[in-house]
C-alpha cells in the first residue's frame, strides 16, 4: 500500500471521525423539538391564524357589515352581506351591520388584509391554526363560529349616534402587535387572548 | 358663433356661451363637480370646478364661467390643485365618518375627488356639526343630513326636470338640510333620480339599502319593459338577485338619462316566493303541477285535436306586447303555419299601437312648439316621455295641450305653430283619427302612441294582428281580434286559447265578461310569471321568465329597435315564451325559423312603420263592437299584472311622516 | 415551450443501440419538487436529459393581473416559498420605481428589508443544504439545518405574522414595525449562527464520501453557464463574480460591507461551498443591518395615495377614512410604464418585468426566476454523469419549482 493512500485513508478517517464528534456533541444539547400535540407551541403575537369576529365589551359585534375586508381578500374568501340595524334590536353600533360573514377557511391565504382592512378592529386573526376537519364544507365558518363568546368582548361601544366610529380604533390592533414577542400566544382557546387584551384596554 | 380658447395649452372651438367644464371635455379634461350636472346646469354652489384663467387675479369655477374668446385656462397646475384641496378640506369638514356604513362607498364623487384631489389628513380638529342620520323622505328614499354637501343638485332636479317643487333646502349656514317644502313624504313618479343625482351617500334607495357594493354587482344594460318609452337602464346583479336598477346617463334618444320609479323600484317580484316555478294543470277544479314535457304533449294535443274536431277557428292565440320581438314573430309564425288565423296582441283597452305615418323620434318632442294628448294622461303610461314633455315645455317653450276634443286642442295651439307633437293613448280610435285629421295640416307633425304594454309596437310589427302579418304586410286570412275570440269563447266555438303575457281579466274593458268566457273554453293556456286572474281560470299554466331573464330585442314607441338582455339567472324550471314555443313547435311538428333567420327577420320587418295608415285607421278596428264607454281610467296598466304582485313595493307604501332619525329612540 | 403531454420526444425514442429511456419523476424524492426529467441513458450513464418542468404551474403571474397592485405581492410571495421576502421585495421595488417613491422609502424600512432578505438567504440556503446532505446520506445535517432555519421563521413569524408567507415587505416600506422582544431574538438567533455554521461545516465540508460524490461532478464552465443564463451562487461556483448586489445595488445594499465568494472549479462542490460562504456573508450584513435598527424611525412612506392611513387615525378624520376605504377597496394607482427590477435571491438574480397601464391592477408581470434558468444547464450537465450523480448536479442547483412553473 503506498503511503500517500494511507494518508489520504487517515486523513479520511479523521474527518468522519470530527463529524461523528458533531452529533454526539449535540446528544447532550437542549432538544428543539415540541413534543406537539401535548405542547403546543408559542405563536408570535402577529401569528395569522384562524380569523374570530369581535365584540364590544357590551357584547356589540364590532362588525358593521362594510365589506372592506371582503374587498382587501386577494383570495375572495369572505362573504358579507349587510343589513340593517333594527331600532331597538341593535347588533352593532351604527346604521349597519352584517347579516352574514362567511369566511372560506379553505381560500383563506392567511395574508391578514382583511384584519388591516377592517375599520372597526372586528375581524382579527388569532394564533390559532388547528381547524383540521373531514369535510371541505365545514370550512366555511360562518358569524356562529368567528363570532366570540358574548363576555369576551373588547373596548367601549361608540356612542350611540347612529355612525359613529369606534374611540378605540388601532389599540385593538396595536395590543396584538406590540405584544412582546417572547410572551407569545397560546394557540388553546381564543377566548384566553380575548380576556388578556380586555384587561389590556382597561389598563390603557 | 364659436369662440376660440386655449385649455390646458390645447386651442379649442366651441359655441359662444359654453360653460367651460364643457369646453374641458372637448380636450378630454374632466374637471371636478358636485353642484354642476350636464342636464342641471351650473349652480355655483361647491366650488370644486376651480380652473386658473389667465388675467384673472382669482380661481374661477369652470361650471359657471362662459368660454370666451382668447381666454388661456388651466385646469392642471399646483394653482389649481391647492385651491381644489381647500375647498375639500371645507367640504370633508362636517361631513360623517360613514364611508364604511355608506351605500355610495365606492361609487361616490366625494371619496373619488377626495382621492384625486385632497390631502391626506385635516388640519381641522373641531368637532363635526350633528344633523338626523336616516330620516325618511319618502316611501323610496332615505335622507342622511349629515352627509349632504348641500350641492342641490335634487332640489334643482325636482325644480326644473320632474316640475314637481317639493325639495327645499332648509334652515341656513352649516345646518341648512334637504326637506320636502310642506314635510309631507317626498313622493312623485321620478324620486328615485336623486339617488343617483346626488353626489355623495345622502339620498338612498330604500330598496337597496345596505344590500351590496358597487364591486360586488354584476352590471348588464338593458332595456326596461315596464312601458312603451324603452329606456336604457343597468341591472345590478349580486348573487343571482337583482337588487337594484341605475339609469344610462348617456342615453339621450330615449330616456335623456332619467329612470321613472316604476322602472326603477318595480323589480322585487323576479325574486317573489310568489312566481310560478311548474307547469299547471287544471284537474278536478283544483291546479296539480306538471312537468314541462306533459305540458307540452298535453297543449300539442289540444291544439291537434280541436283543428281535427272543430278546424282552425277554433283555435287562438293572444299575447306578444310583453313579449320581445322574437317571441312575438314566432308565436304567429308557429300559428299561422298550423293554419290558425285567431291572433292579437291587444288583450286590453288599448286598440293600436303603430303611430304609422309622421310616427316621430322621442326627441322630436323638445323641438315641438305645442305637444297635444289625446286621450288618457301620459304621466302614468309613459312617465319618462311624459319628463321630456315637461322639458319641452320648460326649455323649449312648447305649450303642452290636454284637450278633450280636437277643436279644443286647435283652439288652444299657439298661432302660427308649424311643430306639433300628438300623443295619443291609442285607446278610442275615432278619437285618434279627429285628433290626426284636425292637425294633418301642420308642416311639421309627429305622432306617438303611448302603449300600455312595453312591447305593444313590435307585437304589431312582428304580426300579432289578426290583419296582417310581419312587417304589416296583409294576412292571407284574416282571423278574429282578441274581443272576437272571446266572443266566440262565450258562443262556445272557440276550444283552445293561448295567452302570452297578458291579463284581460283585469286589463280589457270588459274583464268580467272575458272571465266569464275563458270558463266556455275547454283548454285555456296562459304564460305568466305570478298565477293572475287570468292564469286563474286557465287549464295550463307555464311559468315565464320576466324581462330580465331573456335576450331578445323590442320596439319602443317610437320605433327604435332595442336590445334585452338577460341580467338575471330565472328560477330553476322556469321557461322563456320562445323555449315555450319550442317545445310546442315540437309537438305540432312545425320547423321554426333558425337564430339568424330570427335575427334578420325582426330586423327587417320592424325597419320601416307604414306610411299607408294614421291614427284610428279602420283595419285596427275590432270586429266585435262591444267596447263599452265610459271606463273607468286605471291607474297603472303595466300589462300582464305583475304590478300588484311586487312585494317590495307593498313595503314601500308604508307612510312614515315622521323625521325622527331612526337610531334616536334606541 | 415543451409541454409534458409528450414527454418521450421522438428524438430520445428513436436511439439506436443500448440506450434506453427512463423517468426521473415527478415524484422522485431527490428532484426537490415536483421535476421529470427523462433520461436516455445506457447502463447507468446518462446520454441525454431532458427536464420536463410545468407540473406545479400555479398561474401566479395570471392571477396577479387580477388583483390590486398590493393584493399581487400575497401570491407573488409564493413563488420561491423557500425566500418570500426576495419575492415581496422585488415586486415592492419595481412597483415602487413605476411610482417614482424609490427615494421616500423611510431608511428604517431599507434596513429590515435587507434584514429579512440575508435571514431569508439564510433560510433557504438551510433548506438547501439540508436536502442536498440527505441526497448525499447525511441526515444530521438536515435537522441542524432545520433547525437554524426555524428561527429565521420565528422571526418572520414575529415580524410578520407567518412562517412562509409574512406578507410583511409591502409597497412603501413594511407592514409595521418591529414588534417588541424581535431585536433579542435576532441578536440570540446572530449568536448562534457562527457555531452552527462551524457545526455544519465540520460535518460535510470535508467528509471524503461528500467530498467523493460532489468533487468534478456536473463541471459547469463558466462559458456554459453564460449561455444557459445561470445566475447566483451556481453561476460563481464557475468563476463569475456576477452579483445582483454588487453589480445593481438596491435597498442601500452599497452602503453594507461583505464580499461575494466566488470559485473556479464549477462542479457541485465548488457550488456548496460558495453558499456556505454566502451563508456567513449574509451573516456579517445581517449584523450590519442589526447596529442600524437601534435608530428608531417610520417603516413606511407618508403617501397617502399610495399606503392607507394608520388606523387610529380613520377615526379622527375624514380624509384619512376615505383614503383607508378607497385605497383598501380599489387599491392604489401606479402611473403608466414598465420596469424590470431583479435582486439577487438565494438563487441567482431574480427579476420582474412589471407593465402599468394606469389603472390599480398590474397589466403584466413577467417574472425571471433564477431556478428557471439555472434548471436548464441539466440538460447540458447530465450526460456523461451516473443517474445518481444527477441527484448531486439537481441538488447543487437547488431549483424551487413554485418558481420554476409559477
Known sequence: ?204 | MNVNLTIDGVPVSVPKGTWLVEAAKTVQQEIPVYCYHTKLGPAGLCRVCLVDIEGMPKLQIACNTPAAEGMVVRTRGARVEAGRAMILELLLVNHPLDCPICDKGGECDLQDYAMAYARGNSDVVDPKTRKPKAVDLGPTIVLDEERCVVCQRCVRFDDIIADERQLVVKDRGAHDIIATATGSPYRHNFTGNVTELCPVGALTSKTYRFKSRPWDLNRTQTTCTQCAVGCQQFADVRYGTLLRTMSVENDDAISDGWLCDRGRYNIGFYASPDRLTQPLYRKGGSFVQIGWDDAFALWGKAITDAIAAKGTPSVGAIGGGRLTNEEAYVLQYLFRKIGVANLDWRSGRQRQATPGANGGALTDIELAQAIVIAGESIEERAPVLWLRVRKAALRGGATVVHAATPAEAVAALPAGATRVALVWDGIDLARGRAFADAFAGVAELSTYVASEQGNARGAEAMGMLPWSGPGYAAARARGRDAAGMFEDARNGSLAVLSMFGVNPVRNAADGAAVAQALVKVPFVVVSELFLTETADRATLVLPAKGAFEKTGTTLNLAGDLLPVNAAVQAPDGVLSDLEMLLGLAAQLDVDLPRAEELDATVIEHMAHAPEDFGFGDSRFASDVASVPEDVPPATILSGGGTWRHDPTLATLQVETPSSQPVGATA | MTMSTQPLTPEIVSQEGNAMVLSMGPQHPSTHGVLQIMLEIEGETVVKAEPEIGYLHTGIEKTAENLFWSQAQTVIERMDYLAPESNSLCYALAVERLLGITDGIPERARVIRVLFMELTRIASHCVWLGTHGIDLGAISVFFYCFDLRENILDLQEAAGGARMHPNYVRVGGLNGDLPNGFLAKLDAFIEKFPGRMRDLRGLLQANPIFQDRTIGVGILSPEAALEWNVTGPSLRGSGIGYDVRKAFPYTGYDSYDFDVPVRSEGDAYARFLVRLDEMEQSHRIVEQARRRLDTPGPVLIDDPKVTAPPKETIALSMEALIHHFKIVSEGFRVPPGDVYQSVESPRGELGYYVVSTGGNRPYRIRTRPPSMYNLQSVKGLAPGNLIADLVVILGSLDPVFGEVDR
Request: aromatic share 8%.
Open chain 1, 1 to 204: 500500500m503506498q503511503s500517500s493512500t494511507i494518508k489520504k485513508n487517515l486523513y479520511n478517517v479523521g474527518a468522519i471521525l470530527k463529524g461523528l464528534s458533531i452529533t454526539f456533541g449535540y446528544m447532550f444539547r437542549k432538544r428543539p423539538t415540541i413534543q406537539y400535540p401535548s405542547v403546543k407551541k408559542q405563536h408570535a403575537p402577529r401569528f395569522h391564524g384562524l380569523h374570530e369576529l369581535r365584540r364590544y365589551g357590551d357584547g356589540q359585534e364590532r362588525c358593521i357589515g362594510c365589506e372592506l375586508c371582503s374587498s382587501a381578500c386577494p383570495a375572495n374568501a369572505i362573504t358579507v352581506i349587510g343589513a340593517e340595524n333594527a331600532p331597538g334590536d341593535r347588533v352593532s353600533p351604527g346604521e349597519r351591520h352584517a347579516a352574514r360573514y362567511e369566511i372560506d377557511e379553505l381560500r383563506c391565504i392567511f395574508c391578514g388584509m382583511c384584519e388591516e382592512a377592517c375599520p372597526t378592529d372586528a375581524i382579527v386573526l388569532t394564533p390559532r391554526f388547528e381547524m383540521a376537519d373531514y369535510r371541505r364544507g365545514s370550512f366555511i365558518y360562518d358569524k356562529d363560529r368567528l363570532l366570540v363568546p358574548i363576555d369576551a368582548g373588547v373596548g367601549a361601544a361608540p356612542d350611540e349616534r347612529p355612525g359613529g366610529i369606534p374611540g378605540d380604533l388601532g389599540r385593538v390592533a396595536d395590543i396584538k402587535s406590540t405584544t412582546d414577542v417572547a410572551e407569545g400566544y397560546s394557540a388553546t382557546w381564543r377566548g384566553e387572548i380575548l380576556k388578556t387584551q380586555r384587561r389590556g384596554l382597561a389598563s390603557q
